[in-house]
Every structure is written in structure tokens, then in C-alpha cells.
């Protein structure tokens, strides 16, 4: 076979950009909530919609040679701003709600799409938009010289006619670069959203790429939107970790806690425990809540330097775990009303600690969810007893200690 230079021919950066449209998917859904979706040459090249009605519009330019696609004077920035004035004129998008991103699989820049990156206002995004037009028309509106191949984009985004639209755009105007190439991102993106063991990553993420890709395939075939819901993708996604891991745990890795680090901990009189306290919890549940405190604890440390788990997953467990203690705390308002506060407050404790929560695809310990709890309470982010800031704050006021 003949040797081909391939940076002789456009033939790649086709391949890449088709391809890139595709794998951009995942990038966008793993930052997608239950009810969001993310299309493919739906609304613009890669699409998202969001459950709360908002959309993002995302122009995405593959950049394999050294030329820069957001230069002055690059076709690739006209033609994405003239088809957004496009779509914006014939109603393809409603510019109020939809934000307009131009993503590059290179870290380059240029004066115009910078200085239409930093307008966040109407008054900045008129701005941008007359300097801009400084580049292309003198100060008579005599067009100056410019290349065949984006004149046309250029002359109908600086035309007065258009100008209240092509502000509207550039005030929902992001830039986003990526400084290493999109594959890389891409990947280290996955490892960041998805907190599943190192041994399988790889793995999932080659196996996640070829179902969105098959999944967007057979749309096409069937001539029906390319649209991946978020809710979809997490489900396969957990379906495809819990089978290639089998059963998922958090196995505990850290020395358990002696009887002087318990009763440590028990003299030192933490929140957590002052609010078990409060509704009236016995000395044996007290002594396991420290427990699975410092249990808790430890453990996250180690498997953080393990890398079994990440500060967003711990972040989002700990989302998760307020989000149960808030709905529980409102059934029991409702359920046990007529009981008092602090045996409320008591079977709420009771109801939290027992409860089990994965961590994403992980099964956490039970004692792991217990202490997590702990250490929610332990900052006042959550309490048992329904007037517990107003107790604890009393407390402290009769000690002498700072609020």
C-alpha cells in the first residue's frame, strides 16, 4: 500500500469531527440529571436539554493541524455564529433559554471570541459585537478586505438588521477549550463522574462509548432523533459495572477503633454526640455511633488513597444522605405529630442509621452510611431533634461557648 501523509488530507478531520459529535455524548451526559437528555444533530451538533426547560447548543470544531478555529478570522468561529443566527431567526432555538458553546479539541484563542466570551450582559454583548465589526468595516461601514470563504458569514452577523440577534447570541456565548485532546478528557472526565474501581475503568468506559454510539446508530437507522437520556445512560452504566464486578462492595480496609480512641472520642463531647443526647439516645447506641464515626472516617481516607472512591462521590453521598434525612423528617412530622419532639427525634435517628445507601455503583457499609450520618450531624447539617439548632445553641450559650 502507498505511504499517504494524512496531514495532506481533510479526510481525517472528517472522521474525527463525525466521531467526535458521538463520544462528546458521554462528556455531556455524565454531567446530566435524571430527566435531562443529549442529542446529536438534533437542534445543533451535539444538543442538551435540560429537565427544567433550558437547552445548551453546542458547536463542536475538531482541530487535528496547527491551525487555530477561533482566529479572527476563522472560517470555523463565522460559520458556527452565522448558524446560530440562522437557527435564532427561523425559531430552530429560543435564544432566552438556550446557551450557545463552541467547544475546541484545542487550548487556542483569539481577540473577538474571547471578548465574546467575557460578555455577560446586554450592554457587553452590544459592545463585543461594535468592536468586533471594527475588524471587518472602517468607520464609514466600508467592508475591508476578507477572505471568499467566510465573507458571507461576516456580512450577515454585522448587518444592523441582524444586530439585536447577534448580541442575544454572543451575551450566550461560551468558549470552551480543552487542553489536552478530547479523548483524554474525556477519559479523565469519566474517572472523575463515575467513582468505580481503577480495574474496571477501562473497561466501562471503552464498553459506555460503543453502546452510545450504537444507540445513536440504530436511531439513525430507524430515522428517529439521536436523543440518549441521561437516566438511560446511567442505568446501562450501573447495569454494566454491577455485572463485569459482580458484587459491588466497599470492603473496610482501616484498623477498627480502640477502646481509648471510643472513649476519646466520648469525652471530647462532639455535636454528634450531644445530639444523640438530646433525644435521649442510651450509652450503647452512643458508644456504636462513635464507632461507626470514626469507623466511617477512617475508611474514606483509605479508600480515597486507594482510589475507590472520589471527593464528588463522597460529596454526592453525603447529598444523597441529607436528601433521605429531610424526607424522612417530614413523614415523621406528619405520621407522628402527636408524639413528643424528642422520641420523634429518637425514631428519626433510628430511621436514618438504618437505612441503606450505595454509593453510586458501590454498596457502602452499613456502619459506613451510619457514621456519614454522624458526621452530617456532627456539623449541624442535619439533626435529629426538630429544634435542634435552637437546643445545641442553648447549650453552648449556658457553657460560655462561641455559637
Known sequence: MKNVNLGNTHVPDKVYAYS????????????????????????????????????????????????????????????????????????????????????????????????????????????????????????????KKMGNEYADYIQEFFSNKNRSDACSIIRKFKLETLTKNHTESLYERF?????????????????????????????????????????????????????????LSLVEIAPKPSKDMINNELDAFRVYIEQLDIVNCDYTDKIEAVSDYLRASANRTAWAEKGDISKDAVSLFSEELVRIWKNKKKILDITQKNSEESERGLLL???????????????????????????????????????????????????????
Open 20 to 143: 467526535l459529535q458521538v463520544r462528546h455524548m458521554m462528556y455531556e451526559l455524565l454531567d446530566c440529571k435524571d430527566g435531562d437528555a443529549v442529542s446529536v444533530e438534533v437542534f445543533d451538533d451535539i444538543g442538551v436539554e435540560r429537565s427544567d426547560g433550558t437547552k445548551e447548543a453546542i458547536q463542536a470544531k475538531s482541530a487535528l493541524s496547527n491551525r487555530n478555529p477561533v482566529s479572527d478570522r476563522a472560517v470555523d468561529l463565522w460559520k458556527t455564529l452565522y448558524n446560530w443566527l440562522v437557527a435564532v431567526q427561523e425559531k430552530e432555538i429560543d435564544i432566552e433559554c438556550t446557551n450557545c458553546k463552541l467547544l475546541i479539541t484545542v487550548d487556542k484563542h483569539g481577540n473577538i471570541v474571547d471578548s465574546f466570551n467575557n460578555a455577560t450582559t446586554d450592554e457587553e454583548a452590544c459592545q463585543a459585537w461594535e468592536t468586533a465589526k471594527k475588524e471587518f468595516y472602517d468607520e464609514e461601514e466600508i467592508e
Open 191 to 247: 474517572q472523575e463522574k463515575v467513582y468505580i474501581a481503577k480495574s474496571s475503568l477501562d473497561m466501562i468506559f471503552i464498553y459506555m462509548l460503543g453502546w452510545i454510539d450504537k444507540q445513536t446508530a440504530e436511531l439513525a437507522e430507524d430515522r428517529k432523533p439521536m436523543v440518549i437520556y441521561s437516566k438511560n445512560f446511567r442505568n446501562e452504566l450501573t447495569a454494566k459495572y454491577r455485572e463485569v464486578n459482580q458484587k
Open 349 to 403: 435517628y433510628f430511621e436514618c442509621k438504618d437505612k441503606q445507601v450505595d454509593m453510586g455503583s458501590f454498596v457502602a457499609p452499613s456502619f459506613f452510611t451510619s457514621g456519614c450520618f454522624h458526621a452530617l450531624a456532627d456539623d449541624k447539617s442535619i439533626g435529629w431533634h426538630p429544634e435542634y439548632k435552637k437546643i445545641l445553641e442553648e447549650r453552648r450559650g449556658r457553657n460560655g461557648e462561641s455559637l
